[in-house]
């Protein structure tokens, strides 16, 4: 598949980054492989509608391989496997299966989610920053529903039915705002032993302010939404401690719960690097100059998340939202297809969005502000036409008017993971 | 909810024969619980297509919450946990989270894999009698193609490329089937690095035809249509030994493979019986009379596959499939609400079916049998209208038609089990 003349790039990463830098790349020009740990495309702003089970993971996924079929990836060559390190003195990327060397290297691997070095976190709390997190998440939240239903005692049942989110950003604010709402229509419905007073939902943010990020009147309609739905918003709280029963709260305060859900940040993932004594900055991203080159590495470049570019405008590093990584890697592949003409990057910010629940989201375009109805359905919009493939767009199109239309939350299925628990036969 | 002239009936199961019998029996008299370890009704005929990636787990799965809010089910309740034991003496279920009091029991919960006295097998073998096991086993089939296509190792790459089924049943005939149709239609275009050639699929069944349940002619287009998608079938040899690398069959020869399926045989569900020394007969099947009633327990009925009920026709037992579960859950229903005009089981042999694979399947029904793209369409129209729900029959059948004209098998996508590994973090 290798031609001679053309010279070997190695993408980490089948995100949003690294899919627009391959899709746009001269690919007479490089021979383009796309390195990623899933054999599929997700995506992360729906994750935490795979948590509230209204959408399945399969609709929100795309495989790689049929990706690199379409028109415009033809040429490109997917490689499944986890990165385990790459050593830039001999150009060589370390998978868990197999070496991969290259005359560019980008980095394009994203980000995970930030314990703040409680690492035993991450034994209690829920995620949203992957596909498997996510069914994980809706696991746990479908099993406390299940079993609160079956609990004959008051305070244990109270206990499986309190759901705490910690952290005010888009994806606890969507997040808190499913469960708002699985407590407004679904329990009601479909559990008739619980009584829905019973469920509480809880978000704590560090900060003053939902939905930092956006402007103050986003903030205030994410924060009036959520109320609405019942969802005890804590601002200026943060959480102290949690051993999987009981979660304390910097206020002093302490609730027993067995579901929080933390999105409370992320730092750039993991990648052991051989050759150089380079380590990445603050958040674990790598320091790129404007043609998104990591500094003081020859022929590597980052983009998206992991990528720490400052400018004026952003002299901490550009926001780590889908469009930064989209936009660099439509730059960088013009940077890399036509090097005489590059040119340095700048972002353009088409806005920020997030939906609290039902007719229910906030836009942010410049100086507009949409909120309710109108932004609901820009945001419907705006969701459907990023997904790839055209199966998954009628899918998670019919899946959302179902939903609209029947106050239903999509099928609540609990699908245990693979590996069947040791059982008991009958001894023939 | 329970009123106290009612009597109270608990369902343990909610497949094929405990869901017929909630539905039909009279809830003015029984208060009706259905019990399972799953939160939802799957339907075990499709479980092949999931592992294949043909279906989505959430296409044939139907939650219980949803069907008792039907107008069949009004009434009854869902109880999620996995029943422990049950004391007959005291007249009570033991699940994992709670206790039932019950004035009649019915087990319903049907049969899993029987490993004949090789329990570490399942350590090695994949198997597809529930959800999860089928989730599981596209897993680890799709894990197989990845890492062969990245596998530089020749040797290696034609072990990852094995796929042995053991079992010439219907359900092992079918994954057979549909990995024929992988290694013929979708390795060739998705994966470029593999050559198809490489990927060898065995199925081995130790008697002399494959489905022995249905008539000569069914095994011999059976056995044509699998040799078309170059399975290579042997019959008349059984596995003697697998340890996750070397396959030994009865013949004296052996293949090294990692993906061995398991479709040789099933056993009852094991469940603990304290207050009586009854065990189960053959099968960990419980003898029961012509009124399924379960021989030497009083008020406790077994249905379905767990029912071992002899006749001049069925000496050892009717056949362990749907329609004998469906028949029984609605004679029993009948003959729980009028006591006083019971009558015994007759089964109502509506014929069998198998599908090979594209445009090819096989129907017997009494003398007639049909093969061919009629069969198929004849399968596809039966297992449609038996699945619960309609979204569930919308999308299988968008799924089965997109299938149909452009050859692909579904997404392959590869949702890891939930729980993530433990990870490596930047220090901060």
Redo the contacts between chains.
């Keep these: ?1 290798t031609s001679d003349k053309k010279k070997r790039l190695v993408i980490i990463g089948g995100g949003f980054g690294g899919l627009s830098l391959a899709k746009k790349i001269d690919k007479n020009m490089w021979d383009v492989t796309v390195v990623d740990r ?3 495309h997700s995506f992360p702003p729906l994750f935490y509608q795979v948590a509230a089970s209204g959408l ?3 609709n929100i ?3 790689f ?2 990706e690199m ?1 379409s028109k415009a990836c033809r040429g490109c ?1 997917f ?3 986890e990165v385990k390190s790459i050593d830039v003195s001999r150009r060589e990327v370390h ?1 868990r ?2 070496t991969l060397p290259y005359d560019a290297l980008v980095l394009a691997s994203g980000t ?1 989610n ?4 409680m ?1 035993d976190l ?1 034994k209690y709390v829920l995620t949203l920053k ?4 996510a ?2 998440c809706r ?1 746990e939240i ?1 099993d406390r529903l ?2 609160a ?4 005692d008051e305070h244990k049942r109270r206990q499986l039915l309190t759901f705490v989110v910690v952290g005010g950003g888009p994806a606890g604010v969507e997040i808190a705002g499913a469960l708002g709402e699985v407590k407004r229509y679904v329990v009601k ?5 619980i009584s829905h007073d019973d469920m509480k939902v809880v978000l704590v943010e560090g900060s003053d302010a939902l939905l930092r990020a956006m402007g103050p009147a986003s903030s205030a309609d994410a924060l009036r939404g959520l109320e609405q739905l019942c969802v005890d918003v804590r601002l200026g709280t943060t959480m102290k401690s949690y051993d999987g029963h009981v979660i304390a709260f910097s206020d002093g305060s302490s609730l027993e719960t067995s579901a929080v859900i933390w999105t409370a940040g992320v ?2 993932e ?1 990648i ?1 690097i051989e050759g150089t004594d380079l ?2 900055g603050p958040g ?1 991203r790598f320091a790129v100059d404007e043609y998104n080159r990591v500094n003081g590495l020859d022929d590597v470049y980052a983009i998206g998340d992991i990528a720490l570019m400052t400018s004026d405008r952003y002299p901490r590093g550009h926001p780590q939202v889908a469009q930064v990584a989209i936009q660099m890697g439509r730059k960088l592949a013009h940077n890399l297809s036509r090097p005489e003409n590059r040119s340095p990057f700048v972002y353009h910010d088409k806005g920020s969005m997030a939906t609290i629940g039902r007719n229910r989201a906030v836009v942010d375009m410049g100086k507009v502000h949409l909120s309710g109805f109108v932004a609901w359905m820009t945001w419907l919009f705006v969701h459907l036409i990023s997904l790839l ?1 055209f ?1 998954n767009r ?2 998670v199109f ?1 899946n959302w008017m ?1 939903s609209y239309f029947n106050y239903s939350a999509g ?10 628990p040791e ?6």
Tied chains: 1, 2.
């Design positions: 598949m899933h054999n599929y399945e993971p399969s996924s795309f495989p391989r049929r079929l060559s490689h499944y496997g998978t299966y197999e995970t930030n314990f703040f070095g690492p991450q992957s596909t498997p997190e069914i994980r696991n479908i299940e079993r239903a079956v609990c004959g419905r479909e559990y008739p032993s730092v750039g993991y052991g380590k990445p674990g493939g199966r009628t899918i019919i179902w099928l609540r299925l609990l699908f245990r993971p693979g590996r069947y059982r008991k036969y009958w001894s023939e």
